[in-house]
Nanobody
Framework: QVQVVESGGGLVQAGGSLRLSCTAS????????VAWFRQAPGKEHEFVAA????????RYSDSVKGRFTISRDNAKTTVYLQMNSLETEDTAVYYC???????????????????WGKGTQVTVSS
């Protein structure tokens, strides 16, 4: 079992950058897939990006492809989400989630992730 802790949210102007971190508290993400989802006010949870540590596979939503990059550290304890060229539409609470045994085609599915963080607010001003 792993505990997931997010950090790095904040307020940034449109066009700016932020880096979110997702840390495995009490263990590592070895063997897990780790994803970022976000929820804007009044909207459903939306898949953002995922990293499958077995094979170092990545997946992105169309809305962030080319602007966001998901990566991990060598110790496999932290997964990062580097967010560049931020837009006001990226404003949301960002959640990190971890799950075991995911296949590539299921990496964007919220139901596949067992462990969730409490979220970190990202606000992009115009």
């Amino acid at each position: 079992q792993v505990q997931v802790v997010e950090s790095g949210g904040g307020l940034v102007q449109a066009g700016g950058s932020l880096r979110l971190s997702c840390t495995a508290s009490g263990g590592t993400f070895r063997g897990y897939s780790v994803a970022w989802f976000r929820q804007a006010p009044g909207k459903e949870h939306e898949f953002v990006a995922a990293f499958r540590l077995t094979g170092d596979n990545t997946r992105y939503s169309d809305s962030v492809k080319g602007r966001f990059t998901i990566s991990r550290d060598n110790a496999k304890t932290t997964v990062y989400l580097q967010m560049n060229s931020l837009e006001t539409e990226d404003t949301a609470v960002y959640y990190c989630a971890a799950g075991r045994g995911l296949i590539l085609s299921s990496m964007a599915l919220r139901s596949q992730y067992t462990y969730w963080g409490k979220g970190t607010q990202v606000t992009v001003s115009s």
